[in-house]
């Protein structure tokens, strides 16, 4: 078989990885992919992830038999429904379903129809009415823009006078341009985070390992959000009983109301949860998988990937038997310092060639080769995993290999993985 995988992330790389393990794959591509990546599969940089009409001309001409897409820009923008439209297969929801993602106002709005436990909220697009609302509900208090602002989209004000700065770069001074010209503001949940992946066939669905990741740069969970400083599997804070509550409160009438609101999901279900005491709500969809809890979520898969997607996307997921290694893992991210604020790029990565654990992988994020070195390219550089019997081991070998890799400003949270062990 002939595939390609759409982005150029950790996510990206932990795909091609995985994929690969399919002896019948006899070619991937990878658009625009990265250095790692290049290592496993053929890249091609010039072609970005939402220019589907070079997409869609590359399928064609490299015959490619399926295509996975990792980001969430080209699924809403519509990339599955015109490969659909040119009998090319492909792994990820139509535009009409990724609609979970690229509108927060759909989604909480199909949450309510559905009854399926989320924040209370409302939509504004008027920052004075926005602020008196705000009034009344009281702090904290979380605006978000409606539509797809890159990870920036959600702020926390503990104040009032960051509420109405908050609205006035959204509503007035239109920062995320269209995404924010509609506001939700939501009540403030307290509790532990958890990521849930249902591979959906639009009827049928499995699910894979929970994960928790790690938004906040600092150790403790302390600064501002990144895109994810580090993720690891399974999330123990799921036990048997709280996973079925899971998916009859939250993964079951999701798929069942998307199909019978005509938008059938057929991809990957990410819901964002918070484990409040009064149960699981969901924080917010997204249409594609996790980064970085994909890199710790694909190492404890058993079953085969291409399989799996191949009979989500064809739905045929009915009487599928997924099969999990009864493993751990721990990603670690490696940043460039200054993340998530300014940071350098360019920077030599030294140490990828040492020899590591047979255990541990280290997927790439931000990374480019220049001559003969591989050079940082991004905030999130590598996203450093293991995989052992315990968290605990996966814990230590994974840091054990974050020690053998050095770039000028290297940074990483010291404390990946820990709120598992207490
Ligand atoms: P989102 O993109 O909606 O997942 O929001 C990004 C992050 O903001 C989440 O991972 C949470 O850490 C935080 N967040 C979002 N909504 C809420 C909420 N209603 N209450 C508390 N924290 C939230
Ligand atoms: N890890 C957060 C995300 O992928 O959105």
């Given at each position: 078989?002939r595939?390609?995988?759409?982005?150029s992330?950790?996510?990206?790389?932990a795909l091609v990885?995985k994929?690969?393990?399919n002896?019948?794959i006899?070619?991937?591509?990878?658009?625009?992919?990265?250095?790692?990546?290049?290592?496993?599969a053929?890249c091609?940089?010039?072609i970005?992830?939402t220019d589907t009409?070079?997409l869609?001309?590359f399928?064609?001409?490299?015959?490619?038999?399926?295509?996975v897409?990792?980001?969430?820009?080209?699924?809403?923008q519509g990339v599955t429904?015109?490969?659909?439209?040119?009998?090319?297969k492909?792994?990820?929801?139509?535009q009409?379903?990724a609609?979970?993602?690229?509108s927060?106002?759909?989604a909480?709005?199909f949450?309510?129809?559905y009854?399926i436990p989320?924040a209370?909220s409302?939509a504004?697009?008027?920052k004075?009415?926005?602020?008196?609302?705000?009034?009344?509900?009281?702090?904290p208090?979380?605006?978000k823009?409606?539509?797809?602002?890159?990870?920036k989209g959600v702020?926390?004000?503990q104040t009032y006078q960051?509420a109405?700065?908050?609205?006035e770069?959204?509503?007035?001074?239109?920062?995320f341009?269209?995404?924010?010209t509609?506001?939700?503001i939501?009540?403030?949940?307290?509790g532990e985070?958890?990521s849930?992946?249902?591979?959906?066939?639009g009827?049928?669905?499995?699910?894979l390992?929970?994960?928790?990741d790690?938004?906040?740069i600092?150790d403790?969970?302390?600064g501002?959000?990144?895109g994810?400083?580090?993720?690891?599997?399974?999330?123990?804070?799921?036990?048997?009983?709280l996973?079925?509550?899971?998916?009859t409160t939250?993964?079951e009438?999701?798929i069942t109301?998307?199909?019978?609101?005509n938008?059938?999901?057929?991809?990957l279900?990410?819901?964002?949860?918070i484990?409040t005491k009064?149960?699981p709500?969901v924080?917010?969809?997204n249409?594609r998988?996790g980064?970085p809890?994909?890199?710790?979520?694909l190492?404890?898969l058993k079953s085969d990937?291409?399989e799996?997607?191949?009979?989500?996307s064809?739905?045929n997921l009915q009487?599928?038997?997924?099969?999990?290694?009864?493993?751990a893992?721990?990603?670690v991210?490696?940043?460039?310092?200054?993340?998530p604020?300014?940071?350098e790029?360019?920077?030599?990565?030294?140490g990828?060639?040492r020899?590591?654990?047979?255990?541990?992988?280290?997927?790439?994020a931000?990374?480019k080769?220049?001559k003969?070195?591989?050079v940082t390219d991004g905030?999130?550089v590598?996203?450093?995993?293991a995989w052992?019997?315990?968290?605990?081991?996966?814990i230590?070998?994974?840091y054990?290999a974050?020690g053998k890799i050095?770039?000028?400003?290297?940074?990483?949270r010291k404390?990946?993985?820990?709120?598992?062990l207490?």
């Open positions: 078989m595939v390609m995988v759409i982005g992330g950790g996510r990206e790389h990885w994929l690969l393990q002896s019948k006899e070619k991937i591509y990878c658009l625009p992919g990265n250095a790692g990546i290049a290592s496993i053929e091609v940089p010039d970005s992830v009409p070079r869609l001309n399928a064609s001409a490299k015959k490619i038999d399926f295509t897409v990792g980001p969430e820009a080209p699924l809403s429904n015109a490969f659909q439209a040119q009998g090319l492909i792994f990820g929801p139509t009409e379903a609609m979970l993602e690229s927060k106002i759909f909480k709005n949450m309510n129809r009854k989320t209370f409302e504004f697009d008027d004075n009415k926005a602020l008196d609302f705000i009034k009344k509900t009281g702090l208090i979380v605006i823009a409606d539509g797809l602002a890159a990870g702020i926390i004000c960051e109405e700065t908050a609205l770069n959204m509503l007035e001074k239109q920062i341009g269209e995404a924010g509609l506001v939700l939501e009540e403030f949940l307290r985070e958890v849930i992946f249902a591979v959906s066939d009827v049928h669905y499995q699910i390992a929970p994960a928790q790690h938004k906040a600092f403790g969970d302390q501002p959000n990144t994810g400083m580090g993720a690891y599997a399974p999330a123990c804070i799921v036990d048997d009983e996973m079925q509550q899971i998916q939250i993964i009438p999701t109301g998307m199909a019978l609101e938008r059938p999901y057929r991809g279900l990410y819901a964002g949860l484990l009064n149960g709500k924080l917010e969809y249409c998988f980064d809890e994909t890199q710790a979520v190492p404890l990937l291409l799996l997607l191949i009979a989500a064809e739905g009487n599928y038997q997924l099969k999990k290694h009864d493993l893992a721990v990603c991210i490696m940043a460039a310092g200054g993340y604020g300014k940071y790029k360019g920077q030599t990565i030294f990828l060639n020899k590591f654990d047979e255990n541990v992988y280290i997927f790439h931000g990374t080769k220049v003969d070195k591989i905030g999130r590598l996203g450093v995993t052992a019997s315990d968290v605990a081991d996966a230590k070998t994974a054990t974050v050095a770039f000028n400003g290297a940074y990483y404390d990946i993985g820990h709120k598992a207490i």
